[in-house]
């Protein structure tokens, strides 16, 4: 189910973002993070952290990659939850170089997630991927380095389940790709296999 969209304060989007990659991390469960336990937060990356309040983060990103994630995303509302003021602004979220073969519905519960980084995992369906269709401001995806980008017409396929995204592995979509993507009625037949529902 997705959540119903919330402005997000323009000052939450220009914060530095939160940073916990490269932390080793196996688990997002928010009581195995160094984080809450120590205070500290990786800095070095982006020169500094987002303004904190009430033990809770001032910003609409969030950096987890170079962890070890794997499997789904399970926990990772809990975790945003504890660590962002406002939980629902998340329009950033990182989790490249990690080992996920799965993602959770979870993710749909951030109606403002516009930017995706999923590149270096181990996703290898397209119908995993087919889930964040329903993420209504999706815009910027990768999956580059993923089992599933190896398949003849990768691109093509995913932008065809995922019709708003403009940018996908960092290049943008063109109007002449999308004049190339199947016809309208195949493009629903396509989505309504992979995602298992009709549009």
Not at 11 to 17: D, F, L, Q
Not at 25 to 48: D, Q
């Amino acid at each position: 189910m997705t959540t119903k969209s919330k402005k997000v304060p323009f000052s939450y989007k220009k914060a530095k973002p939160l940073d916990l990659s490269f932390e080793d991390l196996e688990s997002l469960e928010p009581n195995t993070l160094r984080v809450f336990s120590t205070g500290f937060v990786s800095s070095y990356r982006m020169l500094g952290v987002p303004s904190k309040r009430d033990g809770r983060y001032k910003t609409a990103s969030l950096l987890l990659s170079h962890n070890r994630l794997t499997g789904g995303l399970d926990d990772i509302r809990l975790l945003v939850d504890k660590l962002f003021r406002q939980p629902d602004a998340l329009c950033w979220l990182d989790l490249s170089h990690n080992r996920l073969t799965d993602l959770s519905d979870t993710l749909l519960g951030f109606p403002n997630l516009c930017t995706l980084y999923l590149h270096h995992n181990r996703l290898s369906s397209l119908c995993v991927v087919a889930r964040i269709n329903r993420l209504p401001r999706l815009r910027s995806l990768t999956l580059q380095n993923n089992p599933v980008a190896v398949y003849r017409g990768y691109r093509t396929a995913v932008l065809t389940v995922l019709r708003r995204i403009t940018r996908l592995d960092f290049v943008i979509v063109t109007n002449g790709e999308r004049r190339l993507l199947p016809p309208i009625h195949l493009q629903s037949f396509i989505k309504n296999v992979l995602l298992g529902h009709k549009s």
